[in-house]
């Protein structure tokens, strides 16, 4: 009987001492590793790591910003998949066992979404919703799959599409840059509901007219730039049109979506169908033309 993957949650982390003692105990015993990527913290952050769980492993960022802080992580992680977390409470480490059954079920790349069923949101306000719907959009047209939300870091991957990535952002626009890069990778990606809490103690260090920028920038040069190998055939010409099909699952009772893209239309019309008879006409069953 194959054993089960192993689990690194990468934490970055700069001057969250407050917050630490309400997130690290929350993560799964099963987790295999967790790691916290330190941004030259000066309030007794890796301390209060120490105490709260003693396994934890500290690794030093290098660079500055959120980006740089994972980049770290991510290299530094050992187990087989690896999942992203917030340390301002924003994030809930309750959701971690929906991310990795998802992979598990064969996803290659997983993203929370606070637009599904299930998710949801208490740290957003009208104007960056309408900036993240915007952001989604263009995504859409663009690069095709069917996104329902870009701008958020909770994610889950296996380590071994790290590579095709070929993640280079330093700033927050490294959660798009993923989302995109999983798109024109091929990768075969999943969305799950997550809800987005507001932070326990402190100020965010996210911008959002700065922030937004670098994430309509990355938007761009990813449309500009060489389309990295495809794991699935993504780049491979297909007759008619591009389909990017959406596939319901289910994790944890609630609601998911497989995002698959490069299928044939055949083939997608066939999933679409399966799709909406198990959901019984739910509406999270749908098609999209790429381009």
Not at 175 to 187: C, D, H, S
Not at 208 to 217: A, I, S
Not at 263 to 279: C, F, M, N
């Amino acid at each position: 009987m194959a054993s089960s993957p192993t689990v690194s949650v990468v934490i970055p982390a700069m001057n969250e001492a407050k917050n630490l003692p309400y997130v690290l105990p929350l993560i799964p015993t099963w987790v295999h590793e967790v790691i916290l990527v330190d941004g030259h913290s000066t309030d007794g952050t890796v301390e209060v790591a120490r105490q709260v769980l003693p396994s934890i492993r500290f690794v030093q960022q290098h660079g500055r910003g959120k980006g740089s802080a994972l980049r770290t992580g991510f290299t530094a992680a050992r187990g087989d998949i690896v999942v992203m977390l917030d340390a301002d409470g924003s994030t809930d480490p309750g959701e971690i066992p929906a991310f990795v059954s998802a992979l598990e079920a064969g996803a290659d790349f997983v993203k929370g979404s606070r637009f599904l069923k299930g998710g949801g949101t208490a740290d957003m306000p009208f104007y960056r919703k309408l900036g993240n719907w915007s952001f989604v959009a263009m995504v859409r047209l663009l690069f095709g799959g069917g996104y329902t939300d870009l701008c958020y870091g909770y994610n889950a991957f296996w380590r071994r599409v790290l590579p095709q990535l070929q993640l280079d952002g330093e700033g927050f626009e490294i959660e798009t840059m993923m989302n995109v890069r999983a798109l024109k990778a091929g990768l075969l990606i999943s969305e799950v509901p997550s809800f987005e809490s507001r932070r326990i103690y402190g100020v965010s260090n996210l911008r959002t007219f700065r922030d937004g920028m670098r994430v309509l920038r990355t938007i761009f040069r990813e449309r500009i730039q060489t389309t990295p190998t495809a794991a699935h055939g993504f780049g491979e010409e297909l007759d008619g049109a591009r389909l990017a099909v959406i596939v319901p699952i289910a994790t944890s009772g609630r609601i998911g979506l497989h995002v698959a893209d490069a299928v044939s239309e055949t083939e997608g019309h066939a999933l679409r169908s399966e799709a909406i008879g198990s959901e019984s006409g739910s509406g999270h069953a749908e098609a999209a033309v790429a381009r």
